[in-house]
């Protein structure tokens, strides 16, 4: 049973933290005002091993497995949630299924650079008309000779509008239905076919770039198939789950930030003669809230923990994901409470938090999408 971090792990998350506070903390404002991902930092990264941290050692990861890309995910989200969004899909559903599926060659060509951060990565299954209802998509690709020929339109893609390569889902045999008739492919930016439709415009997490990407009779070598024809749907939903820890991680990140910012506004903030720590309807507001941080993430790395031990459990990750997007929003309104008008301005972080955390209980699965697998898991 997971019950406190290793050594390496605690000097991991010491080093990771002082990262993303030094390097990542001061390019967060410009970032966000321009809605663009500061793409220097993926070699960056890269050449100091940020990237990927779960990835195997062979392909010059760091192989640290979940609980790693968690503590990776929390401190940067700590910092910034959209730059944690972009690191995340980079280590994530971008690349897991080349690691799990991806034959040597693909790993050369896609993975490793994207290890180093030479290359970024974008993973593509929503559409216009599919989101939670992943089976779905309309996107097809259809086999002419030695290669394929994909159609379709992607929606809300992370990373899309930079991405060197995008993992797209689409049917390769639509009868066969979403099990046996989905595949994933690699497309190379540059791909004739596969244009960035239109950069998306965001209410938070706006350091993140969102894209919409339309693949129009885009023709991809054979070879650019990941894994088996008609697994794709598999391949996904591990992927999918895998992901969901990773947001659990960011929810948390985000809600510390919250937590921090509103234990130390508190004992700063003087009304009625006191700082309005001193204040029970304060106090209680900072206990809940550091109560419920604990809570989630003791959820979080013990899903982690099961993922990396070969337990791999619907469940406790729909749990993990479904309780620290909740607690994140619930901490943001807080603490915008706690920090009074100050916390509605536009140059305090607070109102950034608060923007970004409502994302959390949409993306890669909605609360209600998460309360249904749960459910399921409980045999009803
Ligand atoms: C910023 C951002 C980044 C994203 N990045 C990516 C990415 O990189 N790659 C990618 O493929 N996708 C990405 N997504 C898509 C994301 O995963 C979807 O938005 C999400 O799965 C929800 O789908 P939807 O937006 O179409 O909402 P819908 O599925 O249309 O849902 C709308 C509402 O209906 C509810 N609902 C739907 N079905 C049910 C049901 N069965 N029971 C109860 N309620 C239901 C939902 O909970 C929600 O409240 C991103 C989205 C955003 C906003």
Avoid at 8 to 30: C, H, N, S
Avoid at 232 to 256: D, P
Wanted: aromatic share 8%; with cysteine.
């Amino acid at each position: 049973m997971f019950i406190e971090f290793t050594q390496e792990q605690t000097m991991f998350q010491g080093a990771i933290r002082d990262f993303a506070e030094k390097e990542i903390a001061p390019l967060v404002e410009e970032a966000e005002e321009k809605e663009r991902f500061p793409v220097a930092l993926f070699p960056r990264m890269g050449a100091l091993g940020y990237l990927c941290v779960s990835h195997p050692a062979k392909y010059g990861a760091g192989e640290l497995g979940k609980v790693g890309d968690c503590i990776a995910v929390e401190e940067i989200a700590r910092i910034a949630s959209g730059i944690a969004s972009a690191i995340m899909v980079q280590g994530g559903i971008g690349t897991v299924i080349l690691v799990r599926q991806g034959t040597e060659e693909q790993k050369q060509k896609y993975l490793i650079p994207a290890i180093k951060g030479e290359k970024i990565a974008a993973f593509a299954l929503t559409e216009p008309n599919a989101g939670s209802d992943a089976a779905a998509i309309q996107t097809t690709a259809v086999k002419e000779g030695d290669s394929y020929v994909i159609n379709g339109t992607k929606m809300f893609i992370t990373n899309g509008p930079i991405a060197d390569f995008v993992v797209v889902m689409s049917y390769t045999d639509k009868e066969a239905g979403p099990r046996k008739g989905m595949s994933a492919f690699v497309v190379e930016k540059g791909t004739p076919g596969f244009t960035v439709a239109r950069k998306l415009s965001k209410v938070g997490n706006r350091s993140a770039e969102t894209g919409e990407l339309a693949f129009q009779d885009c023709r991809v070598p054979a070879e650019n198939l990941l894994g088996e024809a008609g697994e794709g749907f598999g391949y996904m939903l591990a992927t999918l789950a895998r992901g969901r820890v990773s947001h659990a991680a960011r929810s948390l990140g985000v809600a510390r930030a919250a937590f921090e910012a509103s234990l130390q506004y508190a004992q700063e903030r003087v009304q009625f003669g006191q700082p309005i720590a001193r204040f029970q309807a304060i106090r209680f507001k900072l206990a809940r809230m550091a109560t419920d941080i604990e809570a989630a993430r003791w959820l979080m790395y013990r899903a982690a923990w099961l993922v990396d031990n070969g337990q791999e459990r619907m469940k406790e990750v729909a749990m993990a994901k479904f309780f620290a997007s909740e607690v994140a929003q619930q901490a943001v309104t807080e603490a915008m409470h706690i920090h009074g008008g100050y916390g509605y301005m536009s140059e305090h972080p607070v109102q950034r938090y608060y923007r970004d955390a409502k994302l959390f209980t949409i993306t890669e699965g909605t609360s209600e999408i998460q309360q249904t697998i749960i459910a399921r898991e409980l045999g009803i």
